[in-house]
């Protein structure tokens, strides 16, 4: 059983910047591909960004591709996602998840075995 705890969620403006962190309670951390999602008022959970177990291997969605980054910190079993030129589209809760089964990481939900409780990032003016 792994529990996830995400952090790093506000209130801000268009064109800012905002760090996510995701805590892991798993000693066995790096095995797990990682990813976050996000879920936006009325719509469907989506995938934001993902991360293989090494960490060598990451992946992004089209919409935030080029303004995201994904990296993670064995030593301390975390895994963040820095927002840059963030537009209001980003508003969404934001969600952490670990996959044993698909180690490399994944673009789909359902590969994933584990979950955060979300937080939630609005970006207004």
């Known amino acids: 059983q792994v529990h996830l705890v995400e952090s790093g969620g506000g209130l801000v403006q268009p064109g800012d910047s905002l760090r996510l962190s995701c805590a892991a309670s798993?000693?066995?951390?790096?095995?797990?591909?990682m990813g976050w999602f996000r879920q936006g008022p009325g719509k469907e959970r989506e995938f934001v960004a993902t991360i293989s177990g090494s960490g060598g291997r990451v992946d992004f969605a089209d919409s935030v591709e080029g303004r995201f980054t994904i990296w993670r910190d064995h030593a301390k079993n975390m895994m963040y996602v820095q927002m840059n030129s963030l537009k209001p589209e980003d508003t969404a809760v934001y969600y952490c998840?670990?996959?044993?089964?698909?180690?490399?990481?994944?673009?789909?939900?359902?590969?994933?075995?584990?979950w955060g409780q979300g937080t939630q990032v609005t970006v207004s003016s």
């Open positions: 798993e000693r066995t951390f790096s095995i797990y591909g």
């Open positions: 998840a670990a996959s044993y089964r698909y180690r490399s990481g994944s673009r789909e939900p359902n590969d994933y075995d584990y």
